[in-house]
């Protein structure tokens, strides 16, 4: 069966980790590890504002903290706040985008992930490469979270 002309809302996850853009990286840091996601909306309220990866903590931590020890990585993480890292204006979906649409659009712009938006930008859904995998191979494991 053919399922790159279905929506996107037929695989997205509607429950999924966020972050606020004013927390700090420890705290993303914290939710990636515990919840095993590489990728975490950021919102104000309901919109949103941005995706924070593990890629990003990892550049952020290098970048700045190269010759750094657990503690003092901790430490700068949590004086960072997420706004500081995340990817500003990402790469969004709507929950009717055909899931051809949206695997094109992540091979395009080389993105694991697509916040899915309503008309107004807020966040109701996260669609990730997994999710495409497991729409096309009709794969019936349970999707992680986020």
Known sequence: MNHSDEPVSTVMRTEFAS??????????????????????????GRRLVGVVSQRDLLAAGLSRALDFGGDQRRSFMRSVEVAEVMAARPITVQPGTTLREAALLMV????????????????????TETDLLRAIYEIDAPAPPG
């Open 108 to 127: 395009q712009h080389q993105i694991g992930c697509l916040p899915v938006v309503d008309e107004a930008g807020g966040a109701v859904g996260l669609v």
């Open 19 to 44: 972050v606020a853009s004013k927390e700090r990286l420890d705290l993303a840091d914290d939710v990636m590890k515990l919840g095993r996601i590489r990728h975490l909306p950021v919102v104000d």
